[in-house]
C-alpha cells in the first residue's frame, strides 16, 4: 500500500496540543473521556473526510497493538 498519511512531524505547537488534550480531560469521568475521545475522532474525520485515508490512518495506529 503506497501510504499517503503524513507520519512525520507535522504540528508546530504538538506539545500546546497535548497540553489543551489533556486539560479536556482533566474533569471528565472515564465513561465521560471516553466519549470525548470518540466524539473528536468523529469531528477529525469527517474534517479527513477520506474513506482510504481514515483506514490507512487506523490500520497505522493499530499496527503495533
Known amino acids: 500500500m503506497n501510504q499517503r498519511v503524513n507520519t512525520e512531524p507535522n504540528m508546530p505547537l504538538a506539545d500546546d496540543f ?3 488534550l489533556i486539560e ?3 474533569d471528565l469521568s472515564e465513561e465521560q473521556s471516553e466519549t470525548f475521545n470518540a466524539k473528536l ?4 474525520a469527517n474534517h479527513i473526510g477520506d474513506l482510504d485515508i481514515l483506514k ?3 490500520r497505522i495506529a493499530s499496527a503495533d497493538l
Open 56 to 58: 490507512e490512518a487506523m
Open 24 to 26: 479536556m480531560h482533566k
Open 18 to 20: 497535548y497540553e489543551a
Open 41 to 44: 475522532i468523529l469531528v477529525l
